[in-house]
T-cell receptor, first 115, second 110 residues
């Protein structure tokens, strides 16, 4: 399966704990995007990364959230000291090198529940 | 600020009953308009990208069209397996982020 992979698919955390969400892009893709889908709301952009670089983090909350895409390994979205309002589905998407075509292909998502 | 509005919020069709979904948008400069399909509990599945007014794309029973202010997703003779939420998104010139609408929940009854 050459699709975008995310793990875990479901994650339960208690308030104050840390959540780490992982994303492996499609084979050959070097750009990763993170989106959040809150209950009963649409998908919202969070951050756009290339290998070892954050390109656009205009949608990231100012505190507790961080993202990385190291030279080796998956992209990580990290949420520190989670609160109930962080409960949502987090989707990762990937695309090939930017060019004339900009399709983003989404993974199955990680559903985070904060107790 | 980019805005994307989809209508209707929900649509119930009988199998074979054709219809259209609307996506109106406001963006300073359009790089591309994207249609996705999302099934419950799954990630969005890419359908189409449209880049310029007048452009049309087709895939099976779906056809997407684009004007300077809106896009339509036409569904011809839908089947129950077409039931899903259809999402529209715009990409502004110079950016990679997608701005999504709230979606249209389509239910096709046999």
């Amino acid at each position: 399966n050459a699709g975008v992979m995310q793990n875990p698919r479901h994650l339960v955390r208690r308030r104050g704990q840390e959540a780490r969400l992982r994303c492996s892009p499609m084979k050959g893709h070097s750009h990763v995007y993170w989106y959040r889908q809150l209950p009963e709301e649409g998908l919202k952009f969070m951050v756009y990364l290339q290998k070892e670089n954050i390109i656009d983090e205009s949608g990231m909350p100012k505190e507790r959230f961080s993202a990385e895409f190291p030279k080796e390994g998956p992209s990580i979205l990290r949420i520190q000291q989670v609160v109930r309002g962080d409960s949502a589905a987090y989707f990762c998407a990937s695309s090939p090198l930017p060019g004339a075509y900009n399709e983003q292909f989404f993974g199955p998502g990680t559903r985070l529940t904060v107790l | 600020e980019d805005q994307v509005t989809q209508s209707p919020e929900a649509l119930r069709l009988q199998e074979g009953e054709s219809s259209s979904l609307n996506c109106s948008y406001t963006v300073s400069g359009l790089r591309g308009l994207f249609w996705y399909r999302q099934d419950p509990g799954k990630g969005p599945e890419f359908l189409f990208t449209l880049y310029s007014a007048g452009e049309e794309k087709e895939k099976e029973r779906l056809k997407a069209t684009l004007t300077k202010k809106e896009s339509f997703l036409h569904i011809t003779a839908p089947k129950p397996e077409d039931s899903a939420t259809y999402l529209c998104a715009v990409q502004e010139t110079g950016r990679r982020a997608l701005t999504f609408g709230s979606g249209t929940r389509l239910q096709v009854q046999p």
